[in-house]
């Protein structure tokens, strides 16, 4: 059992289309986290969120705590957005948190 | 330049040695983290750790071990009982612990093992 799944798994885009990446989770939560994973290996946190919508630059997400179900938006996408982004939500303790498989994007110029 | 250090970046074992992965960093979290990476899967916890001197074992601990003697220090060892210890490592910190869930973590850049 998946505590969260994401989709697509992989998506291949042109630059500048409007992407978008979803997140279900099945447990009750107090924020979700997307991450980005850079081809390195690297990850850094993007957004957490409990309610509504976040944006930094041409990075949107939202939430809707009540389907639980979340989504990562990038405008303009631009080659250098070509990274895997994670989903992870904390567990009821708090004390860890499961993560999604991950969406594997690739921006094409 | 406040972060979380892993090193090595690469690491090969050969068959029934241990080996030591590093960890260390100067966010000041008391919160820090083990997980495990493998292709098509989601991060996997190993351990965890609150505070300095405690630990405890997150979904996949068997094969592993680690020590928390050091709030800036959290080394994980692979030992010779991790049969599949082929994958990519990862350390992550959080300022607050049990915060459910509401604050970011920060990760390392990770560590490959592979087997020689």
């Known amino acids: 059992k998946n505590e969260v799944e994401q989709s697509p798994q992989n998506l291949t885009a042109q630059e500048g289309e409007f992407i978008t990446i979803n997140c279900s989770y099945s447990?009750?939560?107090?924020?979700l986290h997307w991450l980005q994973q850079h081809p390195g290996g690297g990850i850094v946190s993007l957004f957490m969120l409990s309610s509504g919508k976040k944006k930094h630059g041409r990075l949107i997400a939202t939430i809707n705590i009540q389907e639980k179900h979340s989504s990562l938006h990038i405008t303009a996408s631009h080659p250098r957005d070509s990274a895997v982004y994670i989903c992870?939500?904390?567990?009821?303790?708090?004390?860890?948190?499961?993560f999604g498989t991950g969406t594997s994007l690739t921006v094409i110029p | 330049d406040g972060g979380i250090t892993q090193s090595p970046k690469y690491l090969f074992r050969k068959e029934g040695q241990n080996v030591t992965l590093s960890c260390e960093q100067n966010?000041?979290?008391?919160?820090m983290y083990w997980y495990r990476q493998d292709p098509g899967q989601g991060l996997r916890l190993i351990y965890y750790?609150?505070?300095?001197?405690?630990?405890q074992k997150g979904d996949i601990a068997e094969g592993y071990s680690v020590s928390r003697e050091k709030k800036e220090s959290f080394p994980l060892t692979v030992t010779s009982a991790q049969k599949n210890p082929t994958a990519f490592y990862l350390c992550?910190?959080?300022?607050?612990?049990?915060?459910?869930?509401?604050?970011?973590?920060?990760f390392g850049d990770g560590t490959r093992l592979s087997i020689l």
């Open positions: 966010l000041n979290h008391d919160a």
């Open positions: 750790s609150q505070i300095v001197n405690d630990f």
């Open positions: 992550a910190t959080s300022g607050v612990w049990g915060g459910r869930g509401n604050q970011p973590q920060h």
């Open positions: 447990v009750g939560i107090s924020a």
């Open positions: 992870a939500v904390p567990s009821n303790t708090g004390n860890q948190f499961y």
